[in-house]
């Protein structure tokens, strides 16, 4: 008998892990840019953290498609000709782990043999080619083509909205940055940095642009966009300046109709109500507002285009 066969979330879950720390390493390097170093020769410096994402690319679609194999069996997976198989009776146990797996050309038919190719985006098939042969010119240590951040993030995505869906990228680096064990300890650092989750959203839109971030989520993220109150609520600090928040808007009307009353953040996942009504300030368009407190006398409603404020008697 084959003993300790992996499951299909094992799989996918390394996958996952693969593409995130690709993402993560990209985002640390820029992160901790200065103004005084131009982008260009910090990345040129950095390379080999661009060389390494591919690997990591590789390795999460490689893991991917294993968990779609599991999904029918695990026994898929064995790169070894049945005839050789140790599992007559007369055989002792072996254990899944020792035995090697199938990769490249096999893994990819295996694949397309278990899962319904219509729900498989058309360009996963040059996408997985393209970063195979990139993948295997560094590792063999031929890989001198230079590569840039935003080409590698937008490898990223599309990894994920090829086999996951749209969405899937970002759930998945909300859920690794949330589960950090910092949160269970109020480790301030680590809360603070609520702030810096927000930023990473800003990162991808002002290096890949909202257009190309479009195709990534299920909401139409080119629509009019208005501020989250609980992205404020949570990112927002005081500073010598003063109370600093998030004044970018990510937030956008669920569905997006004119008498609409949902809204749904994208950065925070919070889906919230909100009221039509004209905001009072000159100069502000806005007609979506949401409750922001309610006492016994008041309520406390913010316009969620300019952030003003209107306390109404009750
Ligand atoms: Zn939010
Ligand atoms: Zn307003």
């Not at 590569?147 to 599309?158: A, C, H, Q, S, V």
């Not at 009019?224 to 970018?248: H, N």
């Amino acid at each position: 008998m084959i003993k300790d066969i992996p499951n299909s979330d094992e799989y996918k879950d390394v996958a996952i892990e693969c593409l995130i720390q690709a993402y993560n390493n990209i985002y640390n390097v820029d992160n901790t840019l200065n103004n005084e170093t131009p982008r260009e020769e910090i990345w040129e410096y950095n390379q080999i953290v661009l060389r390494t994402a591919i690997v990591l690319i590789h390795q999460g679609l490689e893991g991917l498609m294993k968990s779609e194999i599991c999904k029918k069996t695990p026994l898929l997976l064995i790169d070894r000709k049945r005839s050789d198989w140790k599992t007559l009776p007369d055989s002792a146990d072996e254990s899944f782990s020792e035995m090697n797996t199938i990769g490249g050309d096999d893994l990819l038919r295996t694949f397309f043999a278990c899962v319904n190719t219509k729900k498989i985006d058309t360009n996963f098939l040059s996408h997985y080619e393209e970063i195979r042969i990139k993948r295997n010119k560094i590792v063999h240590g031929i890989g001198t083509e230079k590569l840039t951040p935003e080409y590698i993030l937008i490898l990223i995505l599309n990894s994920f909205t090829y086999l996951l869906g749209k969405d899937s990228f970002w759930d998945a680096v909300s859920s690794k940055f949330y589960s950090h064990p910092g949160f269970k300890y109020e480790d301030s650092d680590i809360e603070w940095e609520d702030m810096i989750h927000y930023n990473r959203m800003e990162y991808l839109n002002l290096f890949i642009g909202k257009k190309e971030l479009k195709k990534h989520f299920s909401t139409d993220i080119t629509a009019r966009e208005y501020l989250c109150p609980f992205c404020i609520e949570k990112a927002e600090m005081i500073t010598e300046d003063g109370l600093k928040y998030p004044d970018s808007k990510w937030a956008f009307l669920n569905p997006n109709k004119p008498d609409s009353t949902n809204m749904s953040c994208i950065v925070c996942g919070t889906d919230f109500g909100i009221i039509r009504e004209d905001c009072e300030k000159t100069n502000c368009k806005g007609n979506v507002k949401y409750l922001l407190e309610d006492d016994d006398t008041t309520e406390t409603w913010v316009c969620l285009t300019c952030w003003n404020e209107e306390i109404k008697n009750t």
